[in-house]
């Protein structure tokens, strides 16, 4: 999945979070495919809704996912700049009224 969705494509949002969603529930949390789920899941979901609760929770899981991913995983940095921009969208979903 791509961040920019192209509106030509008329692809079923439920049928391709439905697979992400299979990945989250078959892969353990500790697991960096997990996180990598997570990833593309809010990807998916902030290029096709606003900012709502739903998008909120599944930033705040990547969150505490990523407090428990290992330094030594050679995605680190990736995962690392991830975790830094979903603090930064979810400090100013928080701040807003």
Avoid at 44 to 52: C, I
């Amino acid at each position: 999945y791509k961040k920019y969705a192209s509106p030509l494509a008329r692809i079923p949002m439920e049928g391709m979070l439905a697979r992400v969603d299979m990945c989250l529930q078959s892969v353990p949390f500790e697991q960096e495919l997990h996180g990598e789920c997570l990833l593309q899941k809010i990807l998916m979901m902030e290029t096709t809704q606003e900012m709502n609760p739903a998008l909120t929770a599944q930033m705040e899981k990547y969150l505490e996912w990523f407090h428990n991913a290992s330094p030594k995983s050679h995605t680190y940095a990736k995962l690392q700049v991830a975790k830094e921009i979903l603090s930064k969208m979810t400090r100013i979903q928080s701040s807003q009224p």
